[in-house]
């Protein structure tokens, strides 16, 4: 109801109803204290903390401003990072190729030939040697994926993703495992992403914490896949700014409180999503996603070896960086 409305309004049984939230709201935002044990403002007492009516929430935690955000931010990528492990792909209960041979779509010589092809240029998954000796189509080998991983088949072809979705994830998030949104439900409360060539489970848990939803995953037609990050990133207004230079936990977490206070988030999270530190600064009137890519002592995490391709994500994000130099974080 409006300020207008309401002053408009008999004294009544709403009016009151809203003069009372009204009351509690301003008196919830005057008397919140500081979850930072240390904050210098809950030392002076009540005259001193009790003029704070705004601040950061973070982890369902309520900080009076960004100095005692800090070692909440720090804490937090701390255990984001030590936790991060060379992740091994999870074994399918039947290989692709066998499983196509039991289908009927290719025969025992072909899965012979395909196989020393991938063994004689040594790169390349089993599927694209298929579709490049042109032994199964695009729609039979998706099919048999969606069997492989125990999933549905999103025809995205014919149901292309709604640009509304684009600000779900950052699309240099969704360009690093090549997925796309295929369906968000119209309550908020389910969201269905389509992969084209593994299920990368850190992003979906990560967009769960992120958003305050269930994910579920299915497959769709790579070219579909890549045409429709292709859309997404001439059509949609991405305001994500990626970093690839960062050396130390120290330095992020003075990027990330930094942005913080230039934008006057109101809240922040902070998650790990497939090869990525992923932020969301929440400010009172825009969002701002920042993403630091993850790198190990040994190289790359394993998400970012499924990337499309290093010059696409290159392009992307420079058309979507500041200025800032890009960072690289060292585990």
Same mark, same amino acid.
């Not at 549905?152 to 495992?177: C, I, K």
């Given at each position: ?7 408009l ?7 009151e ?50 100095p005692c ?8 990528l701390?255990?984001?990072l ?42 390349g998954?089993?599927?694209? =040697?298929?579709?490049q000796? &042109?032994?199964? @189509?695009?729609?039979? $080998?998706?099919?048999?994926?969606? +069997? %492989?991983? /125990? ?13 509304a ?22 309550d908020?409360s ?7 060539d ?31 990050l ?7 207004n991405?305001?994500?700014i ?33 090869g990525f530190? =992923?932020?969301r600064?929440? &400010?009172?009137? @825009?969002?701002?996603? $920042?993403?630091?890519?993850?790198? +190990? %002592?040994? /190289? ?15 392009e ?11 960072a690289?974080l060292?585990?």
């Amino acid at each position: 109801m409006s300020a207008t409305r309401r002053a408009l309004l008999p004294p009544g049984p709403e009016t009151e109803i809203t003069n009372a939230h009204s009351y509690s709201s301003w008196w919830v935002r005057l008397t919140q204290k500081c979850s930072h044990a240390d904050c210098p403002r809950s030392r002076k007492g009540w005259p001193a903390w009790i003029r704070v009516t705004r601040g950061v929430t973070f982890d369902g935690r309520w900080f009076c401003g960004i100095p005692c955000l800090r070692p909440a931010v720090a804490a937090r990528l701390q255990h984001l990072l030590t936790s991060i492990q060379s992740a091994k792909n999870r074994p399918y209960r039947l290989p692709l190729g066998l499983l196509l041979v039991n289908r009927g779509a290719i025969s025992q010589e072909q899965l012979r030939v395909a196989l020393q092809a991938q063994r004689e240029s040594g790169h390349g998954r089993i599927g694209d =040697w298929f579709l490049q000796l &042109g032994m199964v @189509t695009e729609e039979q $080998l998706t099919l048999a994926l969606g +069997l %492989q991983w /125990g999933c549905p088949v999103f025809p995205l072809d014919r149901q292309p993703t709604n640009l509304a979705w684009s600000r779900l994830m950052p699309l240099s998030l969704l360009e690093s495992v090549r997925a796309v949104p295929a369906h968000f439900s119209t309550d908020g409360s389910m969201l269905y992403v389509a992969f084209a060539d593994r299920i990368d489970h850190t992003l979906l848990y990560g967009v769960e914490q992120m958003l305050g939803c269930r994910t579920a995953y299915c497959v769709s037609p790579a070219r579909a896949i890549v045409e429709s990050l292709d859309y997404l990133r001439r059509s949609a207004n991405c305001e994500e700014i990626c970093f690839d230079s960062i050396h130390d936990l120290q330095e992020m977490n003075s990027t990330i409180c930094n942005y913080a206070e230039k934008l006057q988030s109101v809240r922040v999270s902070v998650v790990r999503a497939a090869g990525f530190v =992923w932020v969301r600064l929440f &400010g009172t009137r @825009t969002s701002r996603d $920042l993403l630091f890519r993850i790198y +190990l %002592q040994s /190289g790359l995490v394993e998400a970012d070896r499924f990337a499309i391709s290093a010059k696409v994500f290159a392009e992307s994000a420079d058309e979507r960086k500041d200025g800032g130099a890009k960072a690289r974080l060292l585990a």
